[in-house]
């Protein structure tokens, strides 16, 4: 694993917004920008392998994690309101389908003497999927002759390039499969957070290539008719299929939670509602409980207390990171080393949280020496891992201003 300094294409801005990635420039983020393609990550193909290998066991972990939550009745450790119980354990002996997701491993490549490690899994709402699926792909077909080789031959002596990236055909083959189960249109629905409207307008296309009927539709504007017991679109049409770009904890904390409990047995839901299971940062400690040492894993516990106060040094760790169970974006992040507290992100949650251990530092140096911190999204399509994207922070905290960017290996 190698990070390379590269020249951006000419007018790149134009060639990414012509596949559909119109943030790639926020101002929030000036002068550096959200695509980033002044650098690359190099991988070999065992490193691939690697990757592929560890995102496929954590996603066999991670569902044994959440039998052992539904058995046990854990629901109460991870914030879980009783009310939603019920339709999660039907939902999960009913099976229906669940579409994608991203597992976030830090790792710095196999000189590292060291073992991809999980982060967490965004089983429920992950986002930079069009740039993981397509935005990158491109660029590879673009400059990928020409990119440099870290083997010890010349360029075109190396490897061919390729890129970890089946995620496209894999979404239409999903989406092919469950046609069947969904009653159309396939409503989409989100907010109007501009990652959120990319990724929404990214999978409602893949579903339109798969053969499906879909409509968008803003999360505000779905309406509850209590005369029919159904939500209904502006036009007071029924919906019965919908993927949601909303996380499902949100759900349960809105006055329609009722109503979607109610009618969930009716409706078709993408994501399953048996995903706050995984999306929870609680599966972390349960699944070091269940697989302790593991090498893919850091040691985590439910151990942080609610009110923001950390009491002492938590299981004997030093060098360890303070999460809430529901945070996103990098927020109400404490971040601690040797006992002492150096990064603490501000933001909206609160609430229980968990302690993860701090993992090997994953850290390259850009073309002016500055330290970037890449970390690995590994894609979940059907259960099975079909790809990768890197977002790249200043920090050692992946936020809602860190770069993507793109990868190759050979």
């Known amino acids: 694993m190698r990070r390379i300094s590269i ?26 920008t959200y695509w980033d393609e002044s650098a690359c990550y190099e991988f070999t193909a065992a490193e691939v392998d690697t990757l592929e290998a560890a995102a496929n066991t954590m996603q066999e972990m991670c569902l044994a994690a959440a039998q ?13 309101p009783a009310a939603a119980v019920p339709m999660i354990e039907w939902a999960w002996n009913a099976e229906p389908p669940a579409l994608y997701g991203r597992f976030d491993f830090s790792w710095a490549g196999a000189e590292s003497g060291q073992p991809p490690k999980l982060l967490e899994y965004n089983a429920d709402t992950p986002t930079s ?7 990158q792909w491109h660029w590879l077909e673009e400059v990928g002759e020409s990119l440099p080789s870290s083997h010890n031959v010349l360029t075109f002596l190396a490897p061919k390039v390729d890129q970890f990236n089946s995620i496209h055909e894999r979404l239409i083959a999903k989406w092919k499969d469950i046609a069947p189960y969904l009653k159309a249109p396939v409503y989409f629905a989100g907010t109007d957070e501009p990652e959120d409207i990319l990724t929404l307008a990214y999978l409602q296309d893949t579903a ?10 803003a999360m505000l504007d779905i309406g509850w008719n209590p005369g029919r017991s159904a939500f209904l679109d502006l036009e007071e049409n029924r919906i019965d299929s919908i993927f949601k770009l909303y996380p499902w904890e949100t759900m349960m904390a809105e006055q329609f939670a009722p109503h979607a409990l109610a009618a969930y047995r009716d409706m078709r839901w993408i994501e399953p509602i048996w995903k706050m299971l995984l999306s929870n940062k609680g599966i972390l400690p349960i699944l070091w409980e269940l697989y302790p040492d593991h090498p893919n894993l850091l040691a985590a516990y439910f151990d942080a207390p609610g ?3 950390l009491r002492g040094t938590p299981h ?28 603490n992100t501000g933001g909206p949650y609160g609430g229980a949280r968990i302690v993860q251990a701090l993992g090997p530092e994953t850290v390259f140096n850009d073309a002016e020496g500055q330290p970037r911190y890449p970390v ?7 259960q099975e891992c079909g790809g990768m994207g890197i977002r790249e922070s200043t920090g050692p905290i992946t936020d809602n201003l860190s770069s993507f960017i793109p990868h190759y290996f050979r």
């Not at 052992?68 to 879980?80: E, P, T």
């Not at 999927?129 to 935005?135: F, N, R, T």
């Not at 004997?316 to 040797?338: F, M, Q, T």
């Not at 690995?376 to 059907?382: A, E, Q, S, T």
């Open 129 to 135: 999927l069009l740039e993981a699926a397509v935005v």
């Open 307 to 309: 009110d923001g106060q």
């Open 316 to 343: 004997g760790l030093r060098d360890y990171v303070v999460k809430p169970l529901h945070s996103r974006e990098g927020s109400n992040i404490a971040l601690v080393r040797n006992n002492a507290t150096v990064v």
């Open 68 to 80: 052992n939550i539904i058995d046990n009745q854990r629901y109460a450790q991870l914030d879980i």
């Open 208 to 217: 339109q290539q798969a053969g499906l009927s879909t409509h968008p539709i």
């Open 376 to 382: 690995l999204g590994l894609w979940m399509i059907d």
């Open 7 to 32: 020249t951006p294409r000419p007018d790149w801005q134009t060639k990414v917004e012509a596949v559909g990635l119109t943030y790639h420039s926020p101002e929030a983020m000036a002068p550096r």
